[in-house]
Structure formats: C-alpha cells, structure tokens
C-alpha cells in the first residue's frame, strides 16, 4: 500500500482488518479525497438510516465519515487478509500469476520482495544473480528455521559436490514455531521473476511477512523459498515427466531431494557463514545457532566444533571464489 502525504481537503481511510479468530487491528492511509466529497459533513450516520440499496454509491460513503481534527476518516473492514497481522499464516505461490499479487508499486515501477536467509545475506551473492535489484536491507523473521537437508545439482555441475561423504547439501527454510532467523529482504523487478522461478525450482515459494529489526511488521509480503518434498516436485515441476527430472537430477545420480542422509556442502557452508558475519554479529550468531543440519538436532555452531571443523578454513577453488566468497 503506497502512502500520499497529506493534502488539502483529504480523506484518510481507516483499514480495520479482521478475522474471526483476531481482534481488529487498524491501519490507516491518506488518499485524495474525491471532489464530490470536498465540503463539510456532519458526525457520522448509522448504517440503519440508509434504504436497501444494492449498488451504493459515492453519497453513501459520505454518509459515514467522521471528522477527526480537520480531517474525514472513513473505516473499512477486511475479512481475513490472509497476510494480515503477526498471526498470519504463509501463503503459497504455485505459479507465476500468484507473485504478480503480491507485488508492490514505486514510482509506476512493479517489484517483487525476496526474503534471503543463505547466500542472499551477502550483498554481493546477491547482485550476481540479481544486478538491478533495489533496497537491500536485513530483516527477522518469525516461525521459520534453516535446515541442510536437500541436495542440490548446481554444487555437482561446479564441483564441489562431494557425494562420498555425503558433503551435497543446501539450504532451504521450514515452519518452526519459536524460532526467529535473522534475513535480508530487497526487491526485484517484474521480468526477473520467471527467471527466479526456474533458478530456485525445488523450492515451495511462500509469501511471508518479516518484520524491521524494530519489530514493525512489513505491508508488503516477500518471497521465500522453503521445504518442499518429492512428490510435489515430480507432479508439480516435472509435470510427471521421468525425462524432465533426468535432465534436472536423475543425471546426477540424485534420486531422492528432500532427505535427512545428508551434509552441507563445504564451499557453500562456508559461504553462507561468511555472508551472516560480514552482515552483522547478530546475524552471524544467529545463522549459528538457528541453522541446522538434517537431523534438525545439530546446530550449525556445534556442527563446525566438531565433525565440521576445518571447513572454514578451506578456501573454495579459484574459479569460484568470487562466487563464494561470503
């Protein structure tokens, strides 16, 4: 929702969203008010005194304002906003026409929010694969965690992939109640998206609300990819099609995605680790301590104590060290 500053003889609406489960919360824009509209009204009426009529129009909003210090406000009820308030729940975006609805305006301008929680948390990882986006900043997120447990083909075709030690795993987020990540948010424009789409595939796309670091809550959703599961994968990406998931993994000898037999990729561990300390001591801890393996036990700080010591350490190879470079 974009927000106008106030002007002469103006209209403030007063958003009263709602749920039968929640108690209304309200918000409120400024908006020009409309011409017809630009003289004096009374208190408002009750919603008794109008007749029966099934097309209302302007008049009849007139009806209801209510003044409030030089200014007419008029409420309007949302009914289940399915992002709306801290008790909203994710909303799933199964094809490219769901994005073009939670996208946002900026001078005529349509661009889409990306919530970063891995690589995305550098800057610099970011702008390689999207160099025109806009507005990097870092954000939380409630009710989510990270988890190292799909396998992603991208580490075989760069090599370094290591399957003999199981060393084959990315990253993906998951609901988690209680839990809080530390992430990046920024925007990108309309004719990346079907570019984004086929790049994060395996991915279940969720419109999310994170919220600043102040804790407001965004009003704009952004896209994060989460855990999605095989069979969704093969019915929905693959259209059920054997030779589609060859050419993605089955020419990888990757017969199963989504598993919990798995380790982290070295370089890309490392690289996301990297990414949350430059961006700030908090998120660094935080990707430590919220990020696990795929037992959903190991945190990735205990992981790097123990088993996985010494990958920090490791340098990636020199043609990918720029790429993941945190």
Partial sequence: MLFRPMTTHSLEWRVVENS??????????????????????????????????????????????????????????????????KASKPVELKDESDFEKVMSSDGGLALLSICGFGSLLSERSARSTFPNLINFRVARLNGFRRVFAHVAPIFFERGIAKPETMEISSLSVEPCEGETLMVTVFEIQRSEIPSFIRREHEFRFLAVLPETLDGKLFTTPAVLCARYSDEEFFRNRCKGSEEIYFQQYGRHNIHKIWRDDVLPCRVYLRHCVLAAKNLSDAAYNNFLDHTFLADRKTSIREYLATTGSGIMEEEPPESLRARYGG
């Fill in 20 to 85: 039968s489960s929640q108690t209304p919360r309200k918000a409120t824009t400024t908006l020009p008010l409309p011409s017809s509209l630009r003289h004096t009204r009374s208190p408002a009426m009750s919603l008794g005194d109008f007749p029966d009529d099934p097309q209302p129009i302007e008049s009849d909003f007139e009806k209801v304002l209510s003044p409030d210090g030089g200014r007419f406000l008029l409420s309007i009820c949302d009914f289940g906003s399915p992002l709306s308030g």
